[in-house]
């Protein structure tokens, strides 16, 4: 199978409890808590990894949190390489309040890397092997916003296919750069249009868009709820979403991205890697924990798609 290759320059180690209620100066007395090591492209691969394929996360780790990271990342089973710095790996929390069944999340904005750490990460990919560079997540303070850009160009010189997800100013600078697949939220879909997107006929529109600038080959909109879609050279295909008791969203966008890039490298349509992307989503929002997917219940809701598809 194709080696898919992840990179994550904010990693975290997230943490994940509940309380009976979450409520303004009071000791929130937790329980169930539970450690993931988390960020954009940790996330990604642990899923490819829970569902068969091959991968390797390379992971900006430091300081004490950051062995705890590299402890975690062992433990889970996911093969790794370490990317040095300085700094202190973020730690993130996420909540679940019992009595309102929402979900809190505390995300740190993490270390400040410097000029010649975050340019280590693009020396490294100059020479990794792989059929997929998989970017996901945000940039660290002091990494400049063009970085997946330059990583994107990189890939793209060495004849690899590159997926992004992040957000903000750098997802804007990544946009002009050669990227195979894109993927995005609503929200992030509208930031790059600088306009909302009310209705699927807009969304469309500037997925469309997107796509006949020329540096994009795919796009991937996630949808919660409402599903996902996908348009690439053959228009833009829906997925509605497959039902699941809910448990968290966090990593579902990023188990999302690992199932599509993973369908795509075992040759499926590109209808059939959105629906298995789906169910992989599906079902790390229906357990709790970061990104944690059981690769038979994947499995299951994409065969239970496949018999009811059109």
Not at 19 to 37: C, F, G, W, Y
Not at 83 to 110: H, K
Not at 221 to 243: E, K, N, Q, R, T
Request: some cysteine; hydrophobic content about 45%.
């Amino acid at each position: 199978m194709a080696r898919i290759v992840t990179i994550t320059m904010n990693p975290a180690i997230d943490v994940a409890c509940v309380a009976p209620h979450v409520r303004p100066t009071h000791k929130i007395r937790s329980s169930a808590e539970q450690l993931d090591p988390g960020g954009g492209g940790i996330n990604v691969a642990r899923v490819i990894d829970a569902l068969g394929g091959d991968t390797l996360a390379l992971v900006m780790t430091g300081g004490a949190t950051g062995t705890l990271m590299e402890t975690l990342l062992t433990e889970s089973g996911v093969p790794w390489q370490s990317l040095p710095i300085a700094g202190r790996n973020r730690i993130s929390m996420n909540i679940q309040d019992r009595e309102s069944g929402l979900e809190y999340r505390f995300v740190p904005e993490g270390p400040v890397v410097e000029h010649d750490e975050w340019a280590s990460a693009l020396t490294m990919l100059e020479t990794i092997e792989a059929e997929w560079i998989v970017a996901s997540g945000s940039l660290p303070p002091g990494v400049p916003e063009d970085f997946y850009a330059r990583a994107a160009a990189i890939a793209a010189r060495r004849g690899q296919k590159f997926a992004l997800d992040t957000s903000g100013a750098a997802l804007r600078a990544a946009v002009s750069a050669p990227i195979h697949l894109l993927k995005a939220s609503l929200g992030e879909l509208a930031f790059l249009a600088g306009r909302p997107l009310p209705d699927p006929a807009t969304r469309d529109e500037e997925i469309t868009l997107l796509l006949r600038a020329g540096n994009i080959r795919k796009v991937a909109v996630s949808l919660g709820a409402g599903g996902a879609v996908l348009g690439g050279a053959g228009g833009i295909i829906h997925s509605p979403a497959m039902p699941v008791d809910e448990c968290g969203a966090v990593g579902a966008g990023d188990s999302f991205l690992a199932g599509l890039v993973l369908g795509f490298t075992r040759g499926l349509s590109d209808r059939n890697a959105l629906a298995f992307a789906t169910a992989a989503g599906a079902v790390a929002v229906a357990t709790y924990g970061t990104a944690r997917v059981d690769r038979r219940h994947v499995e299951d809701l994409y065969r239970t798609w496949l018999g009811t598809a059109p």
